[in-house]
């Protein structure tokens, strides 16, 4: 696919923000999540555990003999499950016992003495998605406790509180106010999943200093490439102001072979893991398919996009086993080059020079601005497509709706456990969190009662309902009498609605689009012309040129004087400059790998800035 014209939207810092002194550059850091498959480690870790993360990243030399910390690693973030299931009799968190037998102080002070950033988590709502206690109606005492144990960042999720924008923005701005009482700075990352959380007046750079725009990206490519998309209409958000700034959080850094087929040998199920099932002799299933598969590609990929785009670089796992199993991993992370354009002064986010002038279709499985790569549930006439008909359900799983894996492999899912009905994969993990909880999957499942209603196992109090307009289906509360609209069969494999309509999944999983796309951003230069980093993204499956054409380079908005007849480019992958000189005046392409590889390289007006490497160092 060749890449025509395009707009450009230049991106200057914003001029509000949250005046904390925080998000001056994306933060960065590490988070205690997902896992490295070749070096797992115990997820939600210990004092211990914690420890030792904050060691490697202060002192473990990486193979350019530099730190983690010297390349801007600075936060420790444990993330999830660090407190008690329930508050003191006084209404105050907690620590962990079993994970912090001296108290939490200790382990924060370790960090600080590392001259590293220690990162705690709470919720917006009731309870986190771990259903430990939330900070709603507590925001004052609990913002004091952070403070005064020295929390230096604060990730507060969106799990168990009303999915209204309005509630939503209101709930997160008293735990901002609270912060801002507090007496300590203290960087505010909300996670709501909504690219709303960027984009409206109250919320964004009023609200944080960063927010996630995007789906966990646990899901696998597809989830990195719908946080690409939802970033893109988001960068005017995006930048740095005078007491601070705020970013575009497409969640976190994924290791190779998260979201792929394990393809262990296993004598039975238990011992496969992601929802697997053991058949022939090996692990196979889960959902996983080569859509959401990451590759060593894509994972060297989603790295660059990060950095080109100015979103927070968090990793996860357990960073020593990394830095010795899997050295492509800890060397991805660790590239000082790429690390430059994400931290860059000009503390501006990326554009894409697509193959339309909007910049191009959507990269991830479809979808829009406000809306996730999944398709929403509805009915259709039974039989014109029978395999997308067909769902697993009945006494062998305890009537409740599952996962068909040798039919389209999907779920009906409440999305982000609202009363929105999609169609998501079957990709199961316990050590994964979602809105459920941590390897929590309540709001995959659907009960069919004896009264004929289908309820959520998230919220038994909602039953599936059909819209006999619009064939639409959602979560609605249960009446009583039930409504016919609420009455569902279970039929030679078919969901049933009363008049006779089945359940229907919406094509397939998502898919890989199979497009090319460019994108691109300033930087700052101690040539006087300036520099450029460009990305060249390759999703289709094959081998291809991705190119930049005329319109390509005009949309780039280069100034007057660049000498484009004759710049220098340099591979921020391979460390080194391309050979000669280049005339990108009617534009350039490279052949760039399939699968979602990609490319990133610097152009530069002179050869000594080509030549040099620059790092944060």
């Not at 307009?469 to 609605?497: F, H, R």
Request: charged content about 15%.
């Amino acid at each position: 696919m060749f890449l025509r014209s395009a707009a450009l939207l230049l991106l200057t810092p914003v001029v509000l923000g949250l005046p904390n002194g925080y998000g001056y550059r994306p933060g960065m850091g590490w988070e205690g999540d997902y896992q490295n498959p070749l070096a797992p480690g115990p997820g939600r870790g210990n004092a211990s555990y914690i420890a030792s993360i904050a060691h490697f990243m202060a002192s473990g030399k990486l193979s350019s003999g530099k730190t983690l910390k010297q390349l801007g690693y600075w936060y420790v973030n444990p993330s999830s499950s660090w407190d008690e299931m329930t508050r003191t009799p006084s209404g105050q968190l907690q620590p962990r016992k079993d994970f912090y037998p001296d108290g939490i102080e200790p382990t924060v002070s370790l960090i600080h003495s590392l001259n590293l950033s220690y990162g705690s988590y709470g919720d917006r709502g009731n309870l986190d998605c771990d259903k430990r206690p939330g900070q709603l109606g507590h925001e004052m005492e609990d913002a004091k406790y952070f403070a005064s144990i020295g929390v230096d960042w604060f990730k507060e999720d969106s799990c168990y509180d009303s999915g209204d924008q309005d509630i939503a923005i209101q709930h997160y701005a008293t735990m901002r106010d609270a912060f801002n009482a507090s007496g300590r700075k203290i960087w505010f990352a909300l996670c709501g999943w909504k690219p709303w959380y960027a984009s409206r007046a109250d919320g964004g750079n009023v609200l944080a200093n960063s927010a996630r725009i995007g789906p966990d990206t646990g899901g696998g490519w597809q989830a990195v490439l719908q946080n690409v998309d939802n970033s893109l209409h988001l960068g005017q958000y995006a930048g740095a102001h005078e007491s601070g700034g705020f970013w575009n959080d497409g969640s976190l850094q994924l290791a190779p072979g998260v979201g792929c087929h394990s393809n262990s040998p296993c004598s039975d199920s238990k011992q496969c893991t992601g929802g697997q099932k053991c058949e022939n002799g090996i692990c196979q299933g889960g959902g996983f398919s080569d859509a959401t598969c990451m590759t060593q590609e894509r994972h060297r990929s989603q790295f660059s996009l990060w950095c080109i785009l100015g979103m927070n670089l968090v990793m996860t796992g357990n960073l020593p086993l990394i830095a010795e199993k899997d050295p492509y991993n800890m060397d991805t992370w660790s590239n000082g080059e790429a690390i430059a354009v994400n931290q860059d002064a000009s503390a501006w986010s990326s554009t894409r020079y697509g193959d339309r002038m909007d910049g191009g279709p959507p990269l991830a499985g479809g979808g829009e601005l406000v809306k996730t790569e999944y398709s929403a549930a509805n009915v259709a006439e039974c039989g014109g497509e029978p395999q997308l008909q067909q769902w697993l359900i009945g006494p062998a799983v305890n009537n409740t709706v599952d996962c068909n894996s040798t039919g389209h492999g999907l779920y009906l899912a409440l999305a982000d456990c609202t009363t929105e009905l999609i169609y998501d994969g079957c990709s199961f993990d316990p050590k994964v969190k979602t809105c459920s909880g941590v390897g929590n999957y309540s709001h995959f499942m659907f009960d069919l009662k004896e009264d004929s209603s289908l309820r959520s196992r998230y919220n038994p109090d909602w039953c599936v309902t059909v819209n006999t307009v619009t064939d639409a289906v959602s979560a609605a509360p249960c009446t009583s009498p039930l409504q016919i609209t609420q009455k569902w069969n279970y039929t030679s494999g078919n969901i049933q609605t009363q008049s006779g309509k089945c359940l229907t999944a919406a094509g397939a999983a998502p898919t890989n689009k199979g497009t090319t796309a460019v994108f691109g951003r300033p930087l700052t230069s101690s040539d006087q012309h300036g520099a450029y980093a460009i990305l060249l993204l390759n999703n289709d499956n094959n081998k291809t040129n991705v190119t930049c054409d005329t319109n390509c380079i005009q949309n780039m908005k280069f100034p007057a004087d660049f000498p484009l007849n004759q710049v220098y480019i340099r591979d921020l992958w391979m460390h080194k400059s391309m050979e000669g000189s280049f005339n990108i005046m009617k534009g350039f392409e490279f052949e760039v790998e399939g699968g979602g590889a990609s490319m990133m390289m610097k152009i530069c007006a002179s050869q000594q800035e080509c030549t040099q490497e620059h790092t944060l160092l």
